[in-house]
C-alpha cells in the first residue's frame, strides 16, 4: 500500500508511472515543474513553487498568493 503524495525523483514521469501511483495509492503527485496549482490539473501531475533558503517570509507569502 503506497502512502498519500509522491514527489518523482528527479521530477521523471511518464503515464506508466501515473498509472504505478494510482494503483499503489498514492492520491498526490508533484513534480518539478514550476507553477500554482489550480483545481483542473491532475493529481498526480502537479507543479511546485520553487524556494530558496534565502527567501524571506514576505517572499515566501508572495510566491504562494
Known amino acids: 500500500m503506497g502512502?498519500?503524495?509522491?514527489?518523482?525523483?528527479f521530477g521523471h514521469?511518464?503515464?506508466f508511472t501515473m498509472q504505478m501511483?494510482?494503483?499503489a495509492g498514492?492520491?498526490?503527485a508533484v513534480?518539478?515543474?514550476?507553477g500554482r496549482?489550480?483545481?483542473?490539473?491532475?493529481?498526480l501531475k502537479l507543479p511546485r513553487?520553487?524556494?530558496?533558503?534565502e527567501d524571506s517570509i514576505?517572499?515566501?507569502?508572495?510566491k504562494v498568493k
Open 3 to 9: 502512502g498519500i503524495v509522491f514527489c518523482y525523483p
Open 49 to 53: 513553487v520553487r524556494m530558496s533558503r
Open 37 to 43: 496549482i489550480t483545481p483542473e490539473m491532475e493529481a
Open 26 to 28: 498514492y492520491k498526490l
Open 13 to 15: 514521469y511518464s503515464q
Open 21 to 23: 501511483l494510482e494503483k
Open 31 to 34: 513534480t518539478t515543474e514550476y
Open 58 to 62: 514576505t517572499v515566501f507569502i508572495n
